[in-house]
């Protein structure tokens, strides 16, 4: 089985901008979460979704947003890029939502200048 | 509020010793945890998790310790490979009507010395 795949794997960004990231699950897996991680604040709850709708949301602003498609795809939208939100942004699925466990992609290294 | 604290950013094992890693936790609805290893440039990858209702789950070289009276839990690698070297994240899950998330600790960077 392929494992969960991100695109990009890197991104540029400047402030103010906005960004998409992409995360395709593994086969068969219909939840999917974001993750952001920063230096020393270890992996920070974005969203989860399972069957497109959002089951469960962590303390993020607005500014952050995110959608699943009906093959599980999702996608996660950043608007109004600040120089905080450099960050890698991780992508992981599982079977569904009962937690446990999660098996992440390589992430997305974004930088905002 | 860091419910899951991994006081310890860095530790240093000689090969063939010992790694304990500890992790800390301050929620106590949470009823499953679980270690995940990062190399540079991965994603994180699952080791071994526990549930609350045991307070030992072994897996070769990997052991996970659970205290939950002190809420605590730490992970034993016997013995250490300098392959071992990476950064080891602590997290736990509760259960939620609405589904659940992982709450990560920061990370505890490994160097297994050869």
């Known amino acids: 089985k392929a494992g969960v795949t991100q695109t990009p794997r890197y991104l540029i960004k400047t402030r103010g901008q906005q960004v998409t990231l992409s995360c395709s699950p593994i086969?068969?897996?219909?939840?999917v979460s974001w993750y952001q991680q920063t230096p020393g604040q270890g992996l920070q709850f974005l969203f989860e979704?399972?069957?497109?709708?959002?089951?469960n949301k962590g303390n993020f602003p607005g500014r952050f947003s995110g959608r699943q498609f009906s093959n599980s795809r999702s996608e996660m939208n950043v608007s109004t890029l600040e120089l905080g939100d450099s960050a890698l942004y991780l992508c992981?699925?599982?079977?569904?939502?009962?937690?446990?466990?999660?098996?992440f992609g390589p992430g997305t290294r974004l930088t905002v200048l | 509020d860091q419910q899951v604290k991994q006081n310890s950013p860095s530790l240093s094992v000689q090969e063939g010793r010992i790694s304990i890693l500890n992790c800390d936790y301050t929620?106590?609805?949470?009823?499953?945890f679980l270690w995940y290893k990062k190399y540079p440039a991965e994603g994180p990858t699952f080791l071994i998790s526990?549930?609350?209702?045991?307070d030992k789950n072994e897996d070769g070289r990997f052991t996970v310790f659970l205290n939950k009276s002190a809420k605590h839990l730490s992970l034993h690698i016997v013995p250490s490979q300098p392959g071992d070297s990476a950064v080891y994240f602590c997290?736990?899950?509760?259960?939620?009507?609405?589904?659940?998330?992982?709450?990560f600790g920061a990370g505890t960077i490994l160097r297994v010395k050869s």
């Open positions: 992981a699925s599982s079977l569904g939502p009962q937690g446990g466990r999660e098996f």
């Open positions: 086969s068969g897996h219909r939840s």
């Open positions: 997290a736990a899950s509760a259960p939620g009507e609405y589904g659940n998330k992982l709450v």
């Open positions: 526990i549930s609350s209702i045991k």
């Open positions: 979704y399972f069957s497109e709708t959002q089951r």
């Open positions: 929620n106590s609805m949470f009823d499953y």
